[in-house]
C-alpha cells in the first residue's frame, strides 16, 4: 500500500484505518466533536493543593491551558487547607476543626490569608509558564457562618454572592480568574471559605457545563451493598456514574459506607446538578494526562455525576443511522446480531433509541409492540469504548419503563451470547411458546436462540 508517494506496511496501513499511529478512529472523531461543543463553554476547577507537591502538577496546569486554548472558559478554584494547615504549624498557631470546618480564629485569619496566597501564587506562575494569564480577585462576597450549637466559628463564613459580571468580563479577555477561599463582607471583614462549596457557588452562577474536583482519588468509592454498581465499576471499586437519585440513595441509606469527604462531594454534587450545571467530574490530578482524557473520551476515567439517569437516552434520528451500523458491527462480526442494512435500519428506525454522550452514539436498543401486551426487546448494543459503565443497564431500564407506560405486561427477546447480561437485569429463560405465533413461525433453529422474557 503507498500513501503520500510513499510504501507503508501492512502494519501501518491497518493502523492508518484505525487512526493516527494505532489510535481509534472513532476516538480521533470524539475529540473534534468535543472541541466544537465545548468552545465558549464555561469548566471550574476545583484543584486540591496537596497535587501541587506531585511531580506531575505542573502537567496538569498545563492541560488545562490546552483547554483554554481551544476556546474553553476556565476558572480556577484552589483548595488551601494543606497549604493553610502547613503555615499555622510554621507561626505555631492552633487549629481547631469541628465535623471537617476550620474554626478560623482572629489569630489565625492572617496566616490562613498567607496560605491561600502561596497557593494562588504558584498557579499564576504555572500558568505564565504556559503561556496563559491568571488573575486574582476579591469577586465573592461572604458572610460569617456565625454561632451554631454555641460553637462561634469566627472567621469562617459561607458564599453570600458571586460577581458573575466581573468574572464573565475576564473571561471574555481571555483571562484564567482564580477564586481563592477567601472572601469578603459588605463592610470589608474577611472570611475562610470552603473551597468546594465556593467552586460549587461559581459553577452555578456562571452557569458552567462542568465542574471538575481534582484530587488524589480516582473518584467515588463503590458502595456495592448499594446494588447499583455494575461489574466494571465493582472491578475498579469506584463508580464511573451517579445520577441524583443514586446520589440521594447512597446519602440517605449508605452514608456510614462513605468516608466524610465523599459524602460531602456527593452532596456538593447534586447541589450542582440539580442547579443546572450539566456535569461534575471527579478525577485523580496525579495522573498524567487525566483530565484531557475525562474531556475529550466519553468513556472517562473518574467519577461523573449528571441529574437524569436518562438524560442521555433519546429516541434515534435518521441521521444516526450511521453511528447505530458502526456499533453494531462488532456484534454483527462476533455472531451475536444478524446483519442490517442502512435502509433496514430507517424502516425500524422508530423502534430505536439510542444513548448518545454529546455528539456521538455509544448505545442503542429496540423496542417493538405485538398484540396480548408483549413488546420484543431487540439490538441491544453498546460500544466497546462504553461497556462496563451501566450503559446497557439504563438502556434497558429506559425500555421496559416505555413498554411499562405503553401497557405492555411482558417484554421478550431473543439471544444466543448474552443472556447472563439479560437476567442479571431481571429477564428469564421461557419456552418458545412465550413468542406471538408469528416469530414462532420464524424462529431460526439454526441459531438457537434462548428466549428470555420479564414481566413489566
Known sequence: MEGNGKKISAKAARQAQAGMGGFPMQAIREVFGYLRRYRDHVFVFKIDDLLM?????????????????????????????????????????????????????????PLVKLGASNVTNTLISLLTENGANGVVGNWVRARAMG?????????????????????????????????????????GKDYNLNSSELAV????????TKLFFIGGDTGIPVVAEAGFADAGEKSTGFFSNLDLEEGALLLKDFSSSLKS?????????????????????????????????????????????YANQYDKIRSAKPSDIPEILRIMQPYVDDGILVQRSAEMLAAELDNFVVFKVDATVHGCAGLKLHPDKKAE??????????????????????????????????????????????????????????????????????????VLAVQV
Open 53 to 109: 507537591s506531585k511531580p506531575l502538577f505542573s502537567l496538569l496546569i498545563k492541560d488545562i491551558v490546552l483547554l483554554q486554548k481551544i476556546g474553553v472558559r476556565i476558572v480556577l478554584v484552589p483548595g488551601a487547607k494543606h497549604s493553610i494547615d502547613k503555615v499555622l504549624k510554621t507561626y505555631k498557631v492552633n487549629s481547631t476543626m469541628k465535623d471537617d470546618v476550620r474554626i478560623t480564629t482572629e489569630e489565625a485569619m
Open 147 to 187: 454561632v451554631l450549637n454555641g460553637l462561634d466559628y469566627q472567621h469562617t463564613g459561607r458564599v453570600e454572592k458571586v460577581d458573575v459580571n466581573l468574572i464573565n468580563n475576564m473571561l471574555e479577555d481571555g483571562l484564567i480568574p482564580i477564586v481563592p477561599n477567601i472572601g469578603w463582607n459588605l463592610v
Open 201 to 208: 457557588a461559581i459553577a452555578k452562577a456562571l452557569r458552567a
Open 261 to 305: 469527604d465523599h459524602r460531602e462531594l456527593v452532596a456538593l454534587a447534586m447541589d450542582a446538578c440539580a442547579a443546572g450545571v450539566d456535569r461534575v467530574h471527579f478525577i485523580n490530578g496525579s495522573l498524567d494526562g487525566i483530565l484531557l482524557q475525562e474531556v475529550f473520551s466519553s468513556a472517562g476515567h473518574g467519577t461523573m455525576f
Open 377 to 450: 426487546l431487540y439490538a441491544v448494543v453498546v460500544d466497546g469504548a462504553y461497556t462496563g459503565q451501566g450503559t446497557g443497564r439504563k438502556i434497558v431500564s429506559y425500555l421496559l419503563d416505555k413498554a411499562r407506560k405503553a401497557g405492555v405486561k411482558n417484554v421478550f427477546l431473543l439471544t444466543t451470547q448474552t443472556s447472563d447480561f439479560f437476567m442479571r437485569n431481571g429477564f428469564r429463560e421461557v419456552p418458545l411458546t412465550v413468542l406471538p405465533a408469528d416469530l414462532q413461525a420464524a424462529y431460526n433453529p439454526d441459531r438457537n436462540s434462548r
